[in-house]
């Protein structure tokens, strides 16, 4: 094993974090240790002799800033028969999420009476610094032969900590985080301050979803950003300030919170159910109440779904077209019309490898644009009297690689897709716009434009102005613009997404992929039956979106073409459902026996 073997092998940066949690601390009933030199500016400001000999304690820099790690620690030993002035020491710090262990010797100063870092420690072989550290994490408890096993790889750190630990810290945990420590037992936090703390960044130690129990922990003005850890709160209505002036539109709050427990001042309420609200609704706007559950608020239940058909090409349509009583196009995608021309599939290729000029090869943009405008005015010929919402492009350069049987130069472009590639591809952008606007504005039809794939408001944003300013150019105001969302990012921001917007398409098969962190497969179920944790998703933007600004939601994808979905969507505020139009009139029938089946049922809810 080499050095470098040595101090990549996290298996060792978490056996150090072990050897932290064999000794309990509470740092806050202890004196100050004296003040050891370390490098210029660092020093050790809190600490605990035990009885061992051992000295725990945290290292920080004059600019006040704490080493960012999951745990810094200094053990001592060697001391004199007076118990003080340490021989020698151990400085070791793990970094937060990787665990790659560093470790440093320190010795006391004769003529100064400090321990300062000798740099005879960096003289010594790799055998005798590993020696050492082995000398120092045995001097904390662990068995010599279980360090090795650690080292070697036959052994994990949690299975060298569960063979020396004492019953009663086997469960327990503590993490030293920005000069405070924390306690868990198992996954429960029982100790700790996270006051005004975003939980996205706080080190876990463990990959169960954390739990933060209330009525032991401080929880007030939490940011809980995506929370991708899932951390729930609990016994919130046993401290006053469990959410007072916190973000919890992310938490996971199974009970039902109580307002006259509670302070909810400046609290930002996802959907939890909120009771005992003494005054009206009006005088707690302040309180962030849009999006929660209360007896105030009326009942916003519609289980009066339509149905309307997807579009693939132009052939299925005329194939399907007598048998088709939807009402209208819930999506056309427009790269499923560009990707059919070769020309323009090469010109995008060569201009994300950067092998043509895109800014200049106007006759390309041109034939883009009357593409666009001879296929949407043929499906306008067929849904004339009917909406017909048509998505922008959503580049995916992977997907146009295999088509043209290309390679992409750069990786990270196989990424680079949705609202954010068109705003840098303008003139593809504009040329779309121009060739839906202009068929639209042929036969007086409304534009219904959706903006594809985006994580944040500003590139929602971004493509609805660019829209808007094609549409006064070509004097054309028939038009509405509405917001596909398709991934955990622009989920959590639905509701503010919804104010900007006229309309909302949910796209099953990206939300899905997003919130299960995995690729779409035809094999994998679920990407025909919709998984537990996007239906979540999806009840969550329905719900925002309904509470904040009632507008019309529509949702398509692969999922919709299987009727076992049906009934939970028939269970959501929706207004549409987009399907294979093939499945049409069967959906129709569905629904129909659905609402005169489940009349009172339905209407309880």
Not at 151 to 173: D, G, H, T, V, Y
Not at 336 to 356: A, G, H, Q
């Amino acid at each position: 094993m080499t050095y470098k073997d040595f101090r990549d092998n996290k298996e060792i940066g978490r056996l150090i974090q072990f050897a932290y949690d064999l000794h309990k601390r509470d740092f806050t009933l202890l004196p100050c240790l004296p003040y050891f030199e370390f490098y210029t500016g660092h020093g050790l400001y809190y600490g605990k002799i035990f009885k061992d000999g051992g000295v725990y304690g945290d290292v920080f820099f004059d600019n006040h800033s704490n080493v960012d790690a999951l745990v810094s620690l200094v053990v001592m030993r060697g001391f004199d028969n007076n118990h003080q002035n340490p021989k020698s020491a151990l400085f070791i710090q793990t970094t937060t999420g990787k665990y790659n262990s560093s470790f440093y010797g320190l010795y006391q100063n004769p003529k100064t009476g400090k321990l300062s870092h000798n740099f005879e420690f960096d003289k010594l072989t790799y055998d005798e610094q590993v020696n050492s550290f082995i000398d120092f994490i045995e001097f904390l408890g662990f068995k010599r032969e279980d360090i090795l096993k650690v080292i070697n790889n036959e052994m994990s750190a949690r299975e060298a900590f569960l063979n020396n630990a004492p019953e009663e810290l086997k469960n327990k945990q503590w993490v030293c985080f920005r000069r405070k420590i924390y306690e868990f037992d198992n996954n429960v936090a029982v100790s700790g301050n996270y006051s005004g703390m975003y939980i996205e960044r706080f080190p876990f130690p463990f990959s169960e979803p954390p739990i933060l129990d209330c009525s032991k922990v401080s929880t007030a003005c939490i940011h809980f950003e995506s929370n991708k850890r899932r951390v729930k709160l609990i016994n919130i209505n046993s401290n006053p300030d469990s959410i007072l002036y916190t973000d919890i539109r992310e938490a996971i709050i199974d009970e039902v919170i109580d307002a006259s427990l509670v302070h909810i001042e400046r609290t930002r309420f996802g959907e939890q159910r909120v009771i005992n609200l003494e005054q009206s609704l009006d005088k707690y706007h302040e309180r962030d109440l849009d999006l929660a559950y209360t007896d105030n608020q009326e009942d916003l239940y519609n289980n009066k779904i339509g149905v309307m058909s997807s579009f693939s090409d132009i052939g299925s349509l005329i194939d399907n077209l007598d048998n088709d009583s939807s009402l209208g196009i819930g999506l056309v995608r427009d790269e499923s019309i560009l990707e059919r021309y070769p020309d323009i599939v090469s010109f995008l290729i060569k201009t994300i490898n950067y092998e043509s000029d895109y800014s200049e090869d106007d006759v390309i943009f041109s034939r883009i644009e009357d593409v666009i405008f001879e296929n949407i005015s043929q499906i306008y010929s067929f849904y004339t009297n009917k909406p017909v919402i048509i998505r922008l492009t959503d580049i995916k350069v992977d997907d146009l690689a295999k088509i043209s049987h290309s390679q992409i130069s750069d990786i990270d472009l196989l990424l680079y897709r949705g609202a954010d590639a068109l705003s840098s591809f303008r003139e593809l952008l504009y040329s779309e716009i121009r060739g839906i606007i202009k068929a639209s504005a042929n036969i007086n039809k409304t534009a219904y434009i959706l903006v594809p794939y985006f994580d944040n408001l500003s590139s929602f944003l971004d493509i609805k102005n660019r829209i808007l300013d094609v549409a006064e150019e070509e004097h054309f105001n028939n038009i509405k613009i509405g917001a596909m969302i398709e991934n955990v990012e622009s989920a959590i921001i639905s509701d503010t997404i919804s104010e900007s917007a006229d309309f909302i398409s949910i796209g099953t098969n990206d939300l899905t992929e997003s919130v299960l962190n995995k690729k779409r497969s035809i094999y994998d179920i679920d990407f025909s039956l919709l998984n537990d944790d996007a239906k979540k998703y999806i009840k969550k933007i329905v719900h925002r979106i309904k509470r904040k600004n009632n507008i019309p939601i529509n949702i398509c994808g692969e999922h919709s073409n299987h009727i076992e979905n049906l009934e939970f969507y028939l269970s959501l505020n929706i207004d549409f459902i987009t399907c294979d139009s093939s499945l049409v009139l069967g959906y129709q029938d569905f629904i129909n026996g659905y609402n005169n089946d489940s009349y009172s049922y339905i209407k309880k809810r």
